[in-house]
Structures are given as structure tokens and as C-alpha cells.
């Protein structure tokens, strides 16, 4: 797997300006990495998968300095955004998923693309 950090205004200037709705491509328990994306009005689509830093069973999920990046970046109220594999995912520290962490996980994409967090909705498959 390659990870490299993504900068947040390499991103979709939409993002920033449309209401926007994260949707879970599956169940957020289902690993250390939910395939999701955000979608705005016109059909705009970019994909956003939520990654958990920290999980390293059967082996580390993410490199040492982007799981460094991912916890400093929420330590300071924000999130890191990766490139995993070609896709675009927030770095979380943790190893899964819950409801909670998901909308957390969002509202920080969100302040990083200098976003109103109300104008992000997250939709969550059970």
C-alpha cells in the first residue's frame, strides 16, 4: 500500500462552497478503511475513504511519518488527508470506526477545505 499526504486545497473547490454528502460505500465496522465519497449538486463526486492509522494486524496499515501526520493533525483539531492507492482518504488515529468518530472524521475534512461544517451531511450503511 502507498500513502503519501494529500494538501486539502488540491482538492475539489466545490467541496468548499455546495452542500456536500459523505456516503459510506459499506458498514463502518467493516475494517481499519470505509470506502466512501463525497457528493455535491450536478452528480460532483470525489471519492473519501476514512482510514484508521493505527491498526497493524497482520501488519502496519500506514507508514510511520503519515501515522505521525494523522495524529498530530488531530491533536490539533484537524485531519490528515492521504493518498492511498490513488484515493483520497482521512487519516484517523484509531483502529476502526464507530458513528461518532465518522461525523468527527467529517466535520474536520471539512473545516479543511475551509467549509462550514453544517453544510457537510454524512450518510452511514448499516
Not at 493533525?73 to 485531519?79: D, L, N, S
Request: some cysteine; glycine content about 8%; aromatic content about 8%.
Amino acid at each position: 500500500m502507498s500513502i503519501s499526504v494529500v494538501d486539502p486545497f488540491d482538492l475539489p473547490e466545490w467541496l468548499a462552497l455546495d452542500s456536500v454528502t459523505w456516503r459510506a460505500a459499506e458498514p463502518l465496522n467493516s475494517g481499519f478503511c470505509v470506502e466512501g465519497g463525497l457528493s455535491g449538486a450536478d452528480e460532483k463526486h470525489q471519492r473519501l475513504d476514512l482510514l484508521a492509522v493505527d491498526a497493524a494486524y497482520p501488519r502496519p496499515v500506514c507508514p510511520d511519518d503519515q501515522r505521525r501526520a494523522a495524529h498530530q493533525a488531530w491533536q490539533f483539531g484537524e485531519v490528515a488527508l492521504l493518498d492511498v492507492d490513488g484515493r483520497v482518504a482521512a487519516g484517523v488515529p484509531g483502529i476502526g470506526f464507530d458513528a461518532n468518530i465518522a461525523c468527527e472524521t467529517l466535520r474536520r475534512v471539512a473545516k479543511s477545505v475551509g467549509a462550514e461544517s453544517s453544510n457537510f451531511t454524512v450518510s452511514i450503511t448499516l
